[in-house]
């Protein structure tokens, strides 16, 4: 799961 | 970056590029909803307010940046420069009924309850059903131009692109993130009407008509 505030996509 | 994703990017940046073209060289934006471009301009000012706070890669600064540059032309250009063209009589379909329960959504699943974050989750939210109000347009005067349903076709893709992304993206990193993953979902189902009309129709070289 990713880390909030870290979104690399569009 | 891989390929699903590089091809989601391009076939989303392809809509968009035809529809400022189709708007710019008709001199008109007959058939195209007012109301999906604000909300799309929505979508794209919420969701990348982190180009100030976060740096990815200068692509991803890019797109970000003509994201939401061409969103904030294509609502100047159908709402002060073609206004004449605009087809409000028919663009009817109420926002405040997509803006609300996607907001409230956020609020209660997200991430982390921080402004940034909650804004990104409303802006995927609200990006997966920001299309409705112009499904609505096309279902009320019954059909589409071409150009219109290249255009759709381009946006509806780009999501479904990003679907075939993140099942990679799930067995090649373990990466996985269900809040886009469930709106990517909805995004991509509620064009599948109108895909297959395109497929059965305007690839035949028909236009886009709805049953009577």
Not at chain 2, 56 to 73: E, G, L, P, R
Not at chain 2, 162 to 184: F, K, S
Request: glycine share 4%.
């Amino acid at each position: 799961v990713p880390d909030a505030e870290e979104h690399d996509e569009l | 970056m891989n390929v699903f994703r590089l091809l989601g990017d391009l076939s989303h940046l392809l809509a968009i590029i035809v529809l400022l073209l189709k708007i710019w060289k008709t001199r008109s934006c007959a058939g195209i909803s007012g109301k999906s471009q604000i909300l799309f301009a929505i979508v794209y000012i919420t969701r990348y307010l982190d180009l100030i706070t976060t740096y990815i890669s200068a692509y991803n600064m890019f797109m970000k940046i003509i994201f939401i540059a061409t969103s904030i032309a294509i609502v100047y250009l159908m709402y002060v420069k073609f206004k004449a063209t605009y087809d409000h009589n028919h663009d009817t379909f109420r926002i405040e009924f997509l803006l609300l329960p996607t907001l409230v959504l956020a609020l209660l699943i997200n991430h982390e309850f921080t402004i940034v974050e909650i804004l990104w989750t409303f802006s995927i939210y609200l990006e997966s059903v920001a299309i409705l109000p112009q499904l609505f347009l096309v279902s009320k005067t019954g059909e589409a131009e071409s150009i219109t349903s290249h255009y759709l076709f381009a946006l509806g893709s780009y999501r479904g692109l990003y679907l075939l992304n993140w099942i990679y993206r799930y067995y090649g990193e373990n990466y996985y993130d269900l809040i886009v993953i469930v709106a990517g979902i909805v995004q991509t189902v509620l064009y599948c009407d109108f895909f297959y009309l395109y497929i059965t129709k305007v690839l035949k070289g028909k236009k886009l008509q709805l049953p009577a």
